[in-house]
């Protein structure tokens, strides 16, 4: 896998135009482009095949999150968009990342489309120890913990990879094994800012511990020049021989 290869492009705004705009800029540069709730939800699902027309693959980062019967019909969804990958709620437990795991297999072998690469969410990298047991009322586990048990059981449902932060790479990466793929967000290069997000690393050393993607917006979309911002990163990433 190329250095660029690893890099998702979270395409955090609000229209078409926007996206399309990064999406054709900075294609040679981006492996993936990350389309969440916010552009998915503004432009519908057409945005998927428009950035596939493109020669972009596409991350859907909707976190399916509900009864199994309604998360494996989104995941039949999902698959009909021949989206490179989308992600489920690992908290949503055995019987839902089962049952969608197995449609999704079925509808790609019936559209014979490449099978997407499912992934669980495990926790967001906005929730810090505390966060974890005064709202998410899991008490008695550490955060690493917490998210190895959700790898696992989404590894034995039949999921993919995980997405989870950095700081839990290595622990993944050896409870579930050097196939199970691994995207990380809360990655941030050290020029710039952390923002919003708390359990953090540099692209560098993400891959380093084992990450197969890690998913940056801001310190390239944000940037002054994008196609600098993003070939600042592959170097970073090709000097760490991933």
Known sequence: MQAKDRI??????DTRRQALTLVKELAPYVGVFKVGMQLYNS????????????GGQVFVDLKFHDIPNTVAAAGRVMTRL?????????AGGRAMMSELSREVKQEAARLGFPLPLTLAVTVLTSIAQPDLESDMLISGLTVEQVVVKWALAARDCGIGGVVCSPREIAAIRTACGADFKIVTPGIRPAW????????????????ELGADYIVIGRP??????KVAAAQKIIEELEAAKC
Request: glycine content about 2%.
């Open 220 to 225: 390239i979309t944000a940037a002054a020049d």
């Open 82 to 90: 021949n989206c490179a990958m989308f992600n489920i709620h690992a």
């Open 43 to 54: 432009t519908g699902p057409s945005i998927v095949s428009e950035i596939n027309d493109c």
């Open 192 to 207: 710039s800012e952390a923002n919003d997000q708390k359990r953090i690393t540099t692209p560098a050393q993400a891959v």
């Open 8 to 13: 998702i492009l979270a395409l955090d705004v």
